[in-house]
């Protein structure tokens, strides 16, 4: 069955960097798209952006693009997340989300969520 | 890259019928036919309802439906039950490799 497993949580304090990782199992790792979305506590979903786990190649929300960065280690079949010049409006939890073998496929499966922190 | 417009809050009994709305842009949902909607309860995850607009995962319950005219996507609950309660997003892909959520509605079960 397909799990994301993600990494624990995390306290950061302003203008620090995070790197989250999720690691796939239970399906053929470069075949799939992976999300990275977040939700600030009592917010809403905020998708952040894509990323193909075969080339590498990706996709950022505007709003995020130049402190935001998405990679892939094919071996270990884990993506990662990297949010730079961290703000205090950056605390949230992010979720890796599998989508499909499509670019503009639905988001199916979700990890268990990481929770970063920014607090000085 | 603006979030699509969702009613903070739709409640219904029992029974009764809801739709929850997704208003968009001929960018993001007018364009497409891949609004997705997705329910959250809290603490957990998401979970997918409906997808490609009108589509159902299977195992999920026939009482979700999904619709679009326009720019605008509905999911419309039919026969309400008290573990419906939760908070609905809908997300539509925006072109460029991109997607964009919803602001997020509060479904209240009375």
């Known amino acids: 069955q397909v799990q994301l497993v993600q990494s624990g949580a995390e306290v950061k304090k302003p203008g620090a960097s995070v790197k989250v990782s999720c690691k796939a199992s239970?399906?053929?790792?470069?075949?799939?798209?992976m999300h990275w979305v977040r939700q600030a506590p009592g917010q809403g979903l905020e998708w952040m952006g894509i990323?193909?786990?075969?080339?590498?190649?990706?996709s950022y929300a505007q709003k995020l693009q130049g402190r935001v960065t998405m990679t892939r280690d094919t071996s270990t079949s884990t993506v990662y997340m990297e949010l730079s010049s961290l703000r205090s409006e950056d605390t949230a939890v992010y979720y890796c989300?599998?989508?499909?073998?499509?670019?503009?496929?639905?988001?199916?499966?979700w990890g268990q969520g990481t929770l970063v922190t920014v607090s000085s | 890259q603006s979030a699509l417009t969702q009613p903070a809050s739709v409640s219904g009994s029992p029974g009764q019928s809801i739709t929850i709305s997704c208003t968009g842009t001929?960018?993001?949902?007018?364009?497409?036919?891949?609004v997705s909607w997705y329910q959250q309860h809290p603490g957990k995850a998401p979970k997918l309802m409906i997808y490609?607009?009108?589509k159902r995962p299977s195992g999920v319950s026939n009482r979700f439906s999904g619709s679009k005219s326009g720019n605008t996507a509905s999911l419309t609950i039919s026969g309400l039950q008290a573990e419906d309660e939760a908070d609905y997003y809908c997300?539509?892909?925006?072109?460029?490799?991109?997607?964009?959520f919803g602001g997020g509605t509060k479904l209240t079960v009375l």
């Open positions: 490609e607009g009108s």
């Open positions: 239970g399906y053929t790792f470069t075949s799939y798209y």
């Open positions: 001929s960018s993001d949902v007018g364009s497409y036919n891949l």
């Open positions: 989300a599998r989508g499909t073998t499509m670019v503009r496929g639905v988001i199916v499966y």
């Open positions: 997300c539509s892909y925006a072109g460029s490799s991109t997607s964009v």
């Open positions: 990323i193909n786990p075969s080339g590498g190649s990706t």
